[in-house]
């Protein structure tokens, strides 16, 4: 303090009026001081700071900042509070003992079921890989009686544990929610153990609001099931399911006249024991149906079989926009996609084989002119047939990501010379990849 005193009056002195200038010295202390005070005036003004203002700022604070920040001032507590921050919310549910995943306290858990449970709209779980996170989650789900959520998302972050609970328990709770809300638009319920039961209450109280259902991996769910949503819920636009659910009656129902344009449609081809899955084949006049009725529609399928399982896929023509193959494809499958699938637009081979893909390339760049994008992982493509490739395609090839050992140098070009004779093509450069970008 004596510090600060002692230099105050050496600056007073060094600006008294006896040194020349003094008015405009005494002048510049003036502000000096002024705007001391202007600054202590700002601190005393940030409990004052509209309510719009405060709510903005904890709108992107983490949860514990928040919790912190409420405790400044009254008003900051007042937002705290609000409706309008607890509208969106994650639960977080993690077991210490086998997770390093931060989870929402318990004690926080139970103030948002009491003070904000009809305040809620957009909400999700996230839980680790034990089943007493997923139960924990259900017991959330079950006390959610005076909610009106728009959007439900169930995640598993690591093995989907929601499966280990038991059917009644997550019915049950899921069923509260379902009845409860009626206005539900977004439901993500991906390896759980939803069933029919299920779905005929969500159809029954939200079949006017529903527009995005993703129900990947769900094997309690019948094809009549998923059909029934179809039928009813004529507002949907996105929809993801596995293949076994997939249906000529469930596209014509999608195709119906008072069924709105349907924007998305992704289906899971996964097989987990070669040669014991029996997979149907859809009929060219339903996809017919769908494109006529949804002309726009974004068709994603995602193929994890064994090379063997192929035969029912891409027999006719099939309206796919996206095509993701995680597993061995063969030479013979990627022939029928350049014939029958002329609205590709991506393509991800992850891996194919030692017999060079030329031919299918070139076929798939002559025959898909919507083609933008493709992605190459443990194939083979001789440099001089991939330059042909994308001279065919040019420019509209906006992602092009190829494993550098992907490419075979032959007479014509090594590795070394294929990227300028590749961008040159693009109009962009371009160099192979070292590891998948997909």
């Given amino acids: 303090m004596k510090r600060g005193r002692i230099n105050i009056s050496a600056e007073s002195q060094a600006l008294s009026p006896t040194e020349g200038g003094g008015k405009k010295h005494k002048g510049a202390l003036g502000s000096l001081f002024r705007s001391a005070s202007h600054r202590q005036e700002c601190v005393q003004d940030w409990g004052n700071l509209p ?15 928040r919790a912190r920040a409420s405790s400044v001032c009254r008003r900051w507590n007042e937002v705290f509070h609000i409706p309008d921050l607890w509208r969106r919310f994650e639960f977080e549910l993690n077991q210490p003992a086998t997770s390093y995943l931060k989870s929402t306290h318990p004690d926080l858990i139970q103030q948002i079921i009491k003070k904000h449970a009809q305040h809620l709209q957009y909400v999700s779980f996230k839980v680790d890989s034990c089943t007493e996170s997923a139960e924990a989650a259900c017991d959330i789900l079950s006390q959610l009686v005076n909610c009106t959520i728009k959007t439900l998302g169930l995640i598993s972050t690591a093995r989907p544990s929601f499966m280990n609970v038991s059917q009644s328990h997550f019915a049950s709770a899921l069923t509260v929610v379902f009845v409860n809300s009626k206005s539900l638009s977004s439901i993500k319920i991906d390896d759980t153990p939803v069933d029919d039961p299920s779905l005929k209450v969500l159809v029954a109280n939200n079949s006017d609001t529903l527009k995005l259902l ?80 949804s002309p726009k529609v974004n068709i994603v399928m995602y193929f994890f079989l064994y090379e063997e399982e192929f035969d029912p896929f891409f027999c006719e023509e099939t309206p796919v926009t996206h095509l993701y193959f995680g597993r061995a494809v063969s030479k013979e499958m990627l022939g029928r996609i350049g014939l029958n699938c002329p609205r590709l637009v991506e393509l991800v081979v992850c891996a194919n084989g030692f017999e060079p893909l030329d031919d299918e390339l070139i076929r798939i760049a ?18 001089s047939g991939f330059v042909e490739f994308v001279k065919m395609c040019g420019g509209r090839l906006t992602q092009l990501s190829i494993m550098e050992e992907v490419l075979i140098p032959d007479n014509s070009y090594n590795v070394e010379q294929i990227h300028n004779e590749v961008s040159k093509h693009l109009g962009r450069m371009w160099f192979p990849d070292m590891m998948p970008t997909w």
């Fill in 51 to 65: 309510h719009h203002v405060v709510l903005q700022v904890f709108q992107n604070l983490s949860l514990v900042d």
């Fill in 366 to 383: 002559d025959r898909c002119k919507n083609l933008t994008a493709i992605g190459l992982g443990e194939c083979e493509v001789t440099c």
């Fill in 214 to 293: 993703k129900m990947s991996s769900c094997p309690h769910v019948s094809p009549a099931g998923i059909l029934c949503v179809a039928d009813q819920c004529h507002g949907l636009r996105e929809l993801a399911l596995n293949y076994h659910l997939l249906s000529d009656e469930l596209l014509l129902a999608l195709s119906g006249e008072k069924h709105v344009h349907l924007e998305h449609l992704r289906i899971d081809v996964v097989s987990e024991n070669p040669g014991q899955t029996h997979f149907h084949t859809i009929k060219k006049k339903s996809w017919d149906a769908l494109i006529n009725h």
